[in-house]
């Protein structure tokens, strides 16, 4: 019965492509918060002659791709410890959720190759909609505060530099800190100071944005990337990562002197719940590609 339910599941993700030639390359891209997807087909593979089969050839594009995209849907990472496949597994997604993200996807219409014996079409999905879909609460949480707050300054955003080879804490080991839909932030005394449910859904679109430390050092007064600026404003405060934390190590550790600047003040504190959070990552991390 098992070897039964795993060749349905088999013949469920990959219907027509074991006899078709159509194929699927494409590429996550973190500081965009998209997917960018090719999907093709060998026209020849497919008995497919043109001009006449030129229509046939689109359909068989259109269904194939919410099959072949599933895969590398559910492969994301949600958060430090389970991807989108591992939600469908807890029953906290299904996949006609994940098949609406592909299909709510921007489509560029299909071309042929120049020797007429490839179509191609292309797709953006939109992983601030997948996000969205994620959250399931209304009104924040709140975020940690202290007994006796010390006066601080009043900042338009949070940078979190992150991009150097970090301490993995709780392992001898280290790396780059990695992107994920919901990164949680922690102090060096290990209290959680950022999570997903800290955001307000009418408010922010994503809980943090990843950019690459080129976005820091423009050309301008502030330095910032323009697109960044729009996000952290014009007086971000900005923190080193000390460590990394998580399963898979998606989640910066601040020093606990750089969180208090944070939830020692009402108004810093809603730039948590606000989304007004940049996470700086190395450029090799940035861009995954299957």
């Known amino acids: 019965m098992k070897y039964f339910f795993h060749l349905v599941l088999f013949f469920a993700f990959f219907p027509l492509a074991a006899q078709t030639k159509v194929d699927i ?25 043109l001009p006449t089969g030129r229509i046939h050839a689109e359909e068989i594009i259109t269904d194939e791709y919410p099959h072949l995209m599933r895969p590398h849907l559910l492969a994301l990472p949600v958060d430090s410890s389970s991807t989108l496949g591992d939600l469908l597994n807890r029953g906290e997604f299904s996949l006609l959720s994940t098949d609406a993200i592909s299909l709510g996807a921007g489509k560029i219409p299909p071309s042929l190759s120049t020797d007429l014996t490839v179509m191609s079409a292309h797709y953006t999905v939109n992983l601030e909609a ?9 009104r924040p949480q709140d975020t940690i505060r202290v007994l006796t707050p010390a ?6 955003g949070i940078i979190i530099i992150a991009d150097d080879v970090l301490p993995i804490h709780g392992r001898n080991a280290s790396a780059y800190a990695l992107p994920c839909i919901f990164p949680k932030i922690w102090d060096s005394d290990m209290n959680m100071i950022y999570e997903r449910n800290m955001i307000d859904p009418a408010a922010a679109p994503t809980m ?11 050309n301008n007064p502030s330095g910032l990337d323009p697109d960044l600026r729009k996000l952290v404003g014009d007086n ?22 750089d969180a208090l600047l944070i939830v020692s003040s ?8 606000e989304g007004k959070v940049a996470i700086v990552l190395n450029n090799e991390v940035l861009r995954n590609t299957f």
């Not at 943090?208 to 423009?218: D, I, K």
């Open 25 to 49: 390359i494409g590429s996550i891209e973190w500081q965009k918060m998209e997917i960018t997807a090719s999907v093709t087909i060998n026209l020849l593979s497919a008995g497919i002659r």
């Open 130 to 138: 997948l996000s969205g879909s994620l959250i399931r609460h209304t």
């Open 151 to 156: 006066p601080v300054a009043s900042y338009t």
């Open 208 to 218: 943090v944005r990843y950019v690459g430390s080129e976005s820091l050092f423009q």
């Open 236 to 257: 971000p405060l900005r923190v080193i990562a000390r460590g990394v934390f998580g399963i898979r190590p998606t989640d910066p550790i601040i020093d606990r002197e």
């Open 266 to 273: 009402a108004v810093n504190r809603r730039l948590l719940r």
